[in-house]
């Protein structure tokens, strides 16, 4: 037995070294040579595409300053008339407070909501009435 595996390995050997296994074949060179070319085409275009890209967004970048600036212009300008208007608003106050006019900015809705009907329309609400308060005084009164 130990004389047939000896036998067995130096055939399996000299099969070896006569005919050796082509397991990797390698490409010829005219088929590296044109993927170095379309690897080098492929790079060209992305920086291409890239320099676009940045001239793009520079001249986006500058938009958008002038907008800026455009913007800070018109916040002063409505800033500026928004004080005009207070003080128109001051001068008419205070000549409506000289004749005697009433010169409260308090809203007529605010007067209304006191008292007990107000406090009994609040339990109404409470118990689940579904009513505004201007529709609950209809009925009320």
Request: charged share 30%; hydrophobic share 45%.
């Amino acid at each position: 037995m130990k004389h047939v595996l000896i036998i067995f390995c130096a055939l399996f050997l000299m099969g070896e070294l006569i005919f050796p296994v082509k397991a990797l074949n390698s490409p010829n060179v005219d088929e590296i040579e044109e993927m170095l070319k379309n690897v080098e085409s492929n790079m060209k275009m992305a920086s291409e595409v890239t320099s676009v890209a940045k001239k793009q967004g520079e001249k986006l970048v500058e938009t958008k300053v002038v907008e800026k600036a455009e913007l800070k212009e018109a916040v002063v300008n409505a800033e500026a008339k928004v004080e005009i208007m207070e003080k128109k608003n001051e001068v008419f106050v205070q000549r409506m407070v000289e004749i005697g006019l009433d010169t409260t900015t308090a809203p007529a809705e605010e007067a209304k909501l006191a008292g007990p009907l107000y406090d009994d329309w609040l339990a109404y609400r409470k118990n689940g009435g579904q009513s505004d308060f201007e529709y609950y005084l209809l009925y009320k009164k």
